[in-house]
């Protein structure tokens, strides 16, 4: 059983940073971060699979950074310039496809979700 738990989330200004950690547990390929806002759907912010190879939203590209320690297991998502339309709750997700992209579908785990809430 694959157990994902992330913490990192908070409040912060505009133009803020947070980094986001999740700590995970079994050995999946690809592994991921998406966000949900209150009343939409859920989208993917960053992924990294197993070569390394990471997709980035537009919406985030030069802002956030996705890595992963290998070593202990940790998956994060570094969030520099944060904006308000950044506010939601962040959910780290792991796949068993080989390229599983941003597609939530493709996740077959997933934590219990941070929330970041940034103020303008």
């Known amino acids: 059983q694959v157990q994902l738990v992330e913490s990192g989330g908070g409040s912060v200004q505009a133009g803020g940073s947070l980094r986001l950690s999740c700590a995970v547990s079994?050995?999946?390929?690809?592994m991921a971060w998406f966000l949900q806002a209150p009343g939409k759907e859920r989208e993917g912010v960053a992924a990294?699979?197993?070569?390394?190879?990471?997709n980035y939203a537009d919406s985030v590209k030069g802002r956030f950074t996705i890595s992963q320690d290998n070593t202990s297991n940790t998956l994060y998502l570094q969030m520099n310039s944060l904006k308000p339309e950044d506010t939601a709750m962040y959910y780290c997700?792991?796949?068993?496809?080989?390229?599983?992209?941003?597609?939530?579908?493709?996740?077959?785990?997933w934590g219990q979700g941070t929330q970041v809430t940034v103020s303008s």
């Open positions: 079994g050995d999946m390929w690809c």
């Open positions: 990294i699979d197993r070569d390394g190879k990471i």
């Open positions: 997700a792991s796949s068993f496809w080989f390229e599983a992209g941003l597609v939530p579908d493709r996740y077959n785990y």
